[in-house]
């Protein structure tokens, strides 16, 4: 069965969700069983598996990266498809400050190993995610041995250690690293986020995170990534971190902007002057962490409200998310130049972490896979050039 019959399929599935046939949807299920039962689904996958990836359309743009779990990679369905698809992956949270050092003197290589296992044998390139954010940190690392916050010298210390050891272990294997995440305010009037490294060691942890992975890994391209960059006050903020870097002679070579984004935004113009702008510093521009949710954005978690019960993937949902990733997609191409990778945020619409952001147990379907790991509209639109 080819994508046309199976996206109309799904299609009229959406509409018997929606409405009150419930006969008729009984029906409707009875096919759809008797379809994968059959082998439909199987050849639907396996159409998708023998044709071009993401990553042969754009060979003369960019890699076409994503992030992934130790776990992803050991089912079939998801290893092929990331195989097929993508050339560069990036460790969902297996490197992050918390689970790969989870006490002073303990460090967790397995997952991280193994996905680093996996890229080398499909020759696929590994972003690293990511030396110092002040999210998913061990408790450990902020307190000595009575419970009391260490001084900057001790933080400073732990951060050099903690990245040489990484940085160190993955020499050679990791192309890229996000080194610092997310140190900038969300806050009008704020410029730097108050974070615990911040109330420790002030601005300096932020170069000094820099050059202890430069010296760990001097072939290594560093990133500082953030998130809401599209935000005219927050994008200011960003560019002017990375020019005081930059001009302070720091070892930094590029931008991550993380593309959280949503039908609604950013627009044409706002991701049109984001990349303008950053482009101006000279640096590479990386998208690291992309996914257009299916609801208007909202940026800070909250309560689930009736309205949230209609987690629907509607025709009109996946139209104008269609449409939103069409329009990134264009942009993107159009920055080819300084634009050196473009990674998505989880394989497909089975798992994604908006499923629980902003609201608990919502639904979402921001990916260009189906649940079934099939390609969706979009899909189809971003290859389209
Ligand atoms: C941020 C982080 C990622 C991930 C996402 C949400 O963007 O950089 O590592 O945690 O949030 O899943």
Known sequence: MN???????????????????????????????????????????????????????????????????????????????????????????????GPIHPRENEYNWKDADSIVAFAQRHHIKIRGHNLCWHNQAPAWLFIDSSGKPVSKEVLLQRLKEHITTVVNRYKGAIYAWDVVNEAISDKPGEYLRNSTWYQIC?????????????????????????????????????????????????PIHGIGLQGHWAVNEPSAPQLDSTLRRFAALGLKLQITELDISVYPKEHVSRERKPVDSDTAFTAEKE????????????????YKTVLSGVTFWNISDRNSWLDNFP?????????????????????WEVVKF
């Not at 139209?319 to 159009?334: D, G, H, T, V």
């Not at 609201?359 to 899909?379: E, I, S, W």
């Open 3 to 97: 994508n046309f019959w199976m996206s109309k399929l799904r299609f009229i599935n959406n509409y018997f969700e929606t409405t009150k046939f419930y006969i008729v949807k009984k029906y409707f299920i009875l096919l759809e069983v008797i379809l994968v039962l059959s082998g439909c689904n199987l050849l639907a996958q396996q159409q998708t598996a023998d044709s071009k990836g993401l990553k042969d359309y754009y060979k003369n743009y960019f890699p076409i990266g994503v992030a992934v779990s130790p776990w992803a990679l050991k089912r079939e369905d998801e290893s092929s498809l990331i195989i097929n698809q993508f050339n560069s992956i990036t460790p969902e949270n297996a490197m992050k400050m």
């Open 202 to 250: 002030g601005e300096e942890f932020i170069a000094k995170a820099f050059e202890y992975a430069h010296a760990a890994d001097p072939s290594a391209q560093l990133f500082y990534n953030d998130y809401n960059e599209i935000n005219a006050d927050k994008r200011e903020k960003i560019y002017r971190l990375v020019k005081s870097l930059k001009d302070a002679g720091v």
């Open 319 to 334: 139209q104008q998310q269609m449409q939103q990733y069409k329009m990134c997609f264009e942009l993107f191409r159009k």
């Open 359 to 379: 609201v608990r147990g919502r639904k979402d379907h921001p990916l260009l896979f189906d649940k079934n790991l099939l390609p969706k509209k979009a899909f």
